[in-house]
C-alpha cells in the first residue's frame, strides 16, 4: 500500500525535516537518505521503521536547516600568511601587478577556514526519534485513509457481483425451456437411427447437469460472503483474498461455459469485471 508522512523537529540551533514515502512492493525494500550527522544512526533507523512497516518500497528522508551558526568557522592565520606570501612572491618574479583580489583568492584555498565538525548529541537524537515516531503516525493515517478508500472499492465490487448473481434468476426459465427442447431434439435424433439405452443415458446426465446452476450460485455467493468477512480482519489478509478470489472466479467461469444463454453469459461478463477490479486491488493491501 502507498503511503506518505512527515514531521519536523525544532531544535536550539537548527530545523529537522523528516519524510516517509512508500510504494508498493511484495517485500520490504527500505531506503535511508540522512544528513551525514545522522548516517551514525542509520541503522536504529531502519530497526524503528521496520517494526512500523512490514512491506513496501520505502524511503525516509532526514534532513535540516541551520537555524543559527552553531559551529562558527575561523580563519587559519598562518595558512593565509604562507597562501599570500607565496602567491605574492610568484607574481613578483613574473612581473605580475598584485591586487586586493590576491587575499580573496587565497580565501578560498583549502585549509585556510577551520571548522568544527558537528557531533550528535544524545538529547539531539532523542528529539530525532520521537520525530520519526511522529512521521511513522502520519504515515499510517495515510494508509488508514488509502484503505479506508480500497475497502469501499472492495465492497462496491463484491455486491456489484452479488447483484449480478441475483439477476441470472430472471433468465433461468427460459434459458431451461431452450435446453430442453434441445434435448428432446437429440432424443428424437436417437431415436430415428437405433436407441442406444447407454447414449441416452450419457446424453441425459449431461444436460442434467448443464440445466443445474444451483452449486456454482450457491459456492459464489458463499465465497463473496467469506471475502467480505475477511476483509476486516485485524491481521495480513492479502493472500487469503487472493484465495477466495480464485475460487470466486472458478464459480464465475463455470456459470459462464454453463448458461447457454446470452443474458446469462453478459451478466457473466460483468461479473468479470468486478472481480478484476478487486484483484487489481488485493495487490495493494497486506
Known sequence: MTGFGKAECELEDKKVRIEIRALNSKNLDLNVKTASLYREKELEIRKIIKESVIRGKVEISIYYDKTEVSSPESINQNVVKNYFLQLKKVADEMGVSTSDNLLQSVISLPDVL???????????????????????????????????????????????????????????NSRIIKLRKRLEEKIKDIAKNSLDENRLEQEMIYYVEKLDLTEEKVRLKNHCEYFLENLRADQPIGKKLGFILQEMGREINTLGSKANHTDIQKIVILMKESLEKIKEQVLNIL
Do not use: C, H, M, P
Open 114 to 172: 577551520n571548522t568544527e565538525r558537528a557531533e550528535l548529541t544524545e538529547k539531539e537524537w532523542k528529539a530525532i526519534k520521537k520525530s520519526i515516531s511522529n512521521a511513522l503516525a502520519d504515515f499510517d493515517n495515510f494508509r488508514k485513509q488509502d484503505g479506508a478508500a480500497i475497502e469501499k472499492d472492495f465492497l462496491k465490487n463484491v455486491e456489484s457481483i452479488l447483484d449480478n448473481l441475483t439477476k441470472i434468476e430472471k433468465y433461468e
